[in-house]
């Protein structure tokens, strides 16, 4: 079992920074993909970035490229996402996961409880 939790939500306005941070805790850190996965109001659950389990590899969704990225630190067992110009579509509540699995195929069995990220104009 693997326990999540974020922090570092805000409110901010366009063109602005945050930082997210996602603790874990449980069974062995180094061991699972992390996540990151974003749902505004009305819409699904969408992916946002991944790392893998040494953080030589990551991976970003379209929409958050060159603006976003997620690092993790296995010794504290946290994972990151700095996101800077940030656009009023950005909001969401904004997820971490976890998975046992591969990257290249993640099964993401642990989620946490989500932390809101609002954007002004």
């Known amino acids: 079992q693997v326990r999540l939790v974020e922090s570092g939500g805000g409110s901010v306005q366009a063109g602005g920074s945050l930082r997210l941070s996602c603790a874990a805790s449980g069974r062995t850190f180094s061991g699972y993909v992390m996540g990151w996965f974003r749902q505004a109001p009305g819409k699904e659950r969408a992916f946002v970035a991944a790392i893998n389990w040494n953080g030589a590899s990551t991976y970003y969704a379209d929409s958050v490229k060159g603006r976003f990225t997620t690092s993790r630190d296995n010794a504290r067992n946290t994972v990151s996402l700095q996101m800077n110009s940030l656009k009023p579509e950005d909001t969401a509540v904004y997820y971490c996961?976890?998975?046992?699995?591969?990257?290249?195929?993640?099964?993401?069995?642990?989620w946490g409880q989500g932390t809101q990220v609002t954007v002004s104009s």
């Open positions: 996961a976890a998975s046992g699995t591969g990257i290249s195929d993640p099964s993401w069995d642990y």
